[in-house]
């Protein structure tokens, strides 16, 4: 099986989003719409977009977490999101069913309880499509030190 070139590109180049294909412009849309799910703290849609099987690991922690876990890091609890940024720096889908969405953020936070902060960093959400919605299985990345 052949990889879409137009999946390939030189990474010191900004990603040209016109050159995406219907899939991977709608893997990106998906990217984009959870997070504006997570800035309206809307935990039924988020709950629906995570595979049953779903792990994922913010590499400032030990170890991998769970989809309760990731439900609760986004859930009321949680500091609140007040704006952010996305940079898609490579977004692939292979064999039209595997996703993988690499990209940078920038985030501004409000916790419950202290100022708001900001931080930014880099980010992999990995998705399948299942039943023509794409299903996030898995994530991985963190915040830049410093």
Do not use: F
């Given at each position: ?61 030990p170890a991998p977490h769970d989809r309760d876990a990731a ?76």
């Amino acid at each position: 099986m052949t990889a879409d070139p137009r999946n390939d590109r030189d990474p010191s180049r900004p990603v040209r989003m016109s050159d995406w294909t219907p899939q991977q412009r709608a893997l990106w849309d998906r990217v984009v719409a959870l997070w504006a799910c997570v800035r309206t703290r809307d935990p039924a849609t988020i709950a629906a977009a995570l595979d049953p099987d779903y792990m994922g690991w913010d590499l400032r922690a030990p170890a991998p977490h769970d989809r309760d876990a990731a439900l609760q890091s986004v859930g009321e609890d949680a500091p609140a999101l007040v704006a952010y940024r996305l940079e898609p720096l490579s977004v692939r889908v292979y064999a039209g069913h595997t996703g993988v969405a690499h990209y940078a953020y920038a985030a501004t936070v409000q916790p419950k309880d202290g100022p708001p902060s900001d931080v930014q960093g880099r980010w992999t959400e990995v998705y399948v499509l299942q039943a023509g919605q794409w299903q996030m299985v898995a994530v991985s990345g963190r915040p830049d030190e410093g």
